[in-house]
């Protein structure tokens, strides 16, 4: 049987310990970390502000936010490549377009946990970020439980 190239989602859980105070910043550090979005300290920094973004933009369908510096339109509860270009470049963070799609952008769409959407919005994948961890879990599930039963499957040819 043939493999098939496309691969649904890519997530990377690593084990952290917990973080007990109620802090956005520590908790979004936490989920960035956990999930592997940022190679290093740097990366997790812009990360953590992206998530953010993105979580702020999935509260509206359609609008503005308010990011700090300038206001973000929000369509289809997602944020356009191009705002987000011009945030980072309003934050003088120094990252071009291509390390945009490389660095970050790839990398949550491979985590499954943001989607493109129309006019080349991205957004979360379901309405909160909560609901998208969810919806991810289940997919997980369902894929490793086929996993699970063609190893049970093997097995079979080990037995003696």
Do not use: C
Not at 67 to 93: C, F, M, Y
Request: glycine residues 4%.
């Amino acid at each position: 049987m043939p493999l098939n190239d496309k691969l649904a989602f890519k997530l990377t859980v690593s084990e952290l310990p917990s973080v007990s105070q109620q802090d956005m910043d520590a908790l979004l550090d936490y989920l960035v970390n956990a999930l592997g979005l940022a190679s290093n300290r740097s990366n997790a920094v812009l990360a953590r502000q992206l998530l953010r973004l993105f979580m702020l933009a999935s509260e509206k369908k359609n609008g503005f936010i308010d990011s700090g510096i300038q206001e973000l339109e929000v369509i289809d509860s997602g944020l356009r490549a191009n705002d987000i270009l011009n945030w980072l470049k309003a934050h003088e963070t120094g990252i071009g377009a291509s390390q945009l799609y490389n660095n970050y952008l790839n990398a949550f769409i491979k985590a499954g946990l943001i989607v493109k959407r129309k006019h080349s919005a991205y957004g979360l994948k379901a309405e909160s970020f909560y609901a998208t961890l969810k919806e991810t879990e289940l997919n997980l599930n369902k894929e490793f439980n086929k996993v699970l039963e063609h190893a049970k499957k093997l097995d079979v040819f080990f037995k003696k």
